[in-house]
């Protein structure tokens, strides 16, 4: 029997092809959150079907405001808090969309 891997995509190694790290500052001026994003190309497989891992994450004072990731094997989800939830990953402009929409749902000031 000849074993052969699931294919050359699972033998790549990441690429990271985008990363932002940035402070952001809060509307009432008295807060500030570290914003961090990154995107790796990771090939297609069955753990990353559309060939991308990522991370996004939004902490303020230390403690997790928000995070999106999408880790096997857990795959695609979103941090509030301390709770985890379910997310519908459709496309990294829409993944942007949707990271910067809840910055400004919690109040702080991004410009990209």
């Known amino acids: 029997m000849v074993l052969m891997p699931l294919g050359v995509d699972s033998l790549m190694k990441a690429e990271m092809i985008f ?7 809060h509307i009432d001026k ?6 961090e994003f ?10 990353y079907i559309h060939g991308y891992k ?3 994450w939004l902490s303020e004072n230390g403690v997790t405001v928000f ?9 695609p989800h979103l941090h509030i808090g301390k ?3 379910g997310y519908v ?10 990271i910067v929409e809840m910055i400004r749902m919690e109040g702080f000031v ?3």
């Open 30 to 35: 008295n807060r500030l959150a570290i914003f």
């Open 110 to 112: 991004y410009e990209d």
């Open 67 to 75: 995070g999106f990731d999408n880790h096997s094997p857990k795959g």
């Open 83 to 85: 709770k985890e939830v």
């Open 54 to 56: 990522y991370r996004a």
């Open 89 to 98: 990953y459709r496309g990294l402009t829409e993944l942007k969309k949707d």
């Open 19 to 25: 990363r932002q790290k940035m402070v952001l500052n």
């Open 38 to 47: 990154a995107i790796f190309n990771v090939g297609k497989s069955k753990a």
